[in-house]
T-cell receptor, first 111, second 113 residues
Framework: GQSLEQPSEVTAVEGAIVQINCTYQ??????LSWYQQHDGGAPTFLSY????GLEETGRFSSFLSRSDSYGYLLLQELQMKDSASYFC????????????FGAGTRLFVKA | DGGITQSPKYLFRKEGQNVTLSCEQN?????MYWYRQDPGQGLRLIYY???????QKGDIAEGYSVSREKKESFPLTVTSAQKNPTAFYLC????????????FGPGTRLTVL
């Protein structure tokens, strides 16, 4: 089957660095995406990793290790507006391309 | 402005009634998707369409139906057969099926009374 695991909640202080981990199990793995969703809002795309290594986009970075079926999202210089839910999502090809989302990690940023 | 629109934002229906949720995009994307999100949960795929006049069931298609008669429109009908329809429904699109970036609409919050 296909499954993704990520922590349900993470709390950090403003200005700090936080890492949100994601482990996955899927037979047709193509890549790992990260989305941000504020309460009541729509998810917005943050990053995508198809190959091993680190991708950096401003304050956000995403890492993938295909051999470990593991990735993480790194948020630096945390701001209050970063308080949101973060979803990892696997792009999977099993009988057709699909995106499978994890349950999400709720990030609380404290002053 | 290009984007995805969903209407209405909030919808209330009586149990046993069918209801249709609208999703329109002007991004010229081939692929469109419907997801359901329950409180504190991730997104679960209901249906997706890779091209006009074609659609496939996702993981939780029972009790739902869709059509894709036009490239820009992908309406979702929640039928009376859906046992627990109260949820947040999100429509998304991507340039083509399987691309890494999906663009989401603002969502419709459906409450069945």
């Amino acid at each position: 089957g296909q499954s993704l695991e990520q922590p349900s909640e993470v709390t950090a202080v403003e200005g700090a660095i936080v890492q949100i981990n994601c482990t996955y199990q899927t037979s047709g793995f193509y890549g790992l995406s990260w989305y941000q969703q504020h309460d009541g809002g729509a998810p917005t795309f943050l990053s995508y990793n198809a190959l091993d290594g680190l991708e950096e986009t401003g304050r956000f970075s995403s890492f993938l290790s295909r051999s470990d079926s593991y990735g993480y999202l790194l948020l630096q210089e945390l701001q209050m507006k970063d308080s949101a839910s973060y979803f990892c999502a696997v792009r999977d090809y099993t009988g057709g391309f699909k995106t499978i989302f994890g349950a999400g990690t709720r990030l609380f940023v404290k002053a | 402005d290009g984007g995805i629109t969903q209407s209405p934002k909030y919808l209330f229906r009586k149990e046993g009634q069918n209801v249709t949720l609208s999703c329109e995009q002007n991004l010229n994307h081939d692929a469109m998707y419907w997801y359901r999100q329950d409180p504190g949960q991730g997104l679960r795929l209901i249906y997706y369409s890779q091209i006009v006049n074609d659609f496939q069931k996702g993981d939780i298609a029972e009790g739902y139906s869709v059509s894709r008669e036009k490239k820009e429109s992908f309406p979702l009908t929640v039928t009376s057969a859906q046992k627990n329809p109260t949820a947040f429904y999100l429509c998304a699109s991507s340039i083509e099926a399987g691309t890494d970036t999906q663009y989401f609409g603002p969502g419709t919050r459906l409450t069945v009374l």
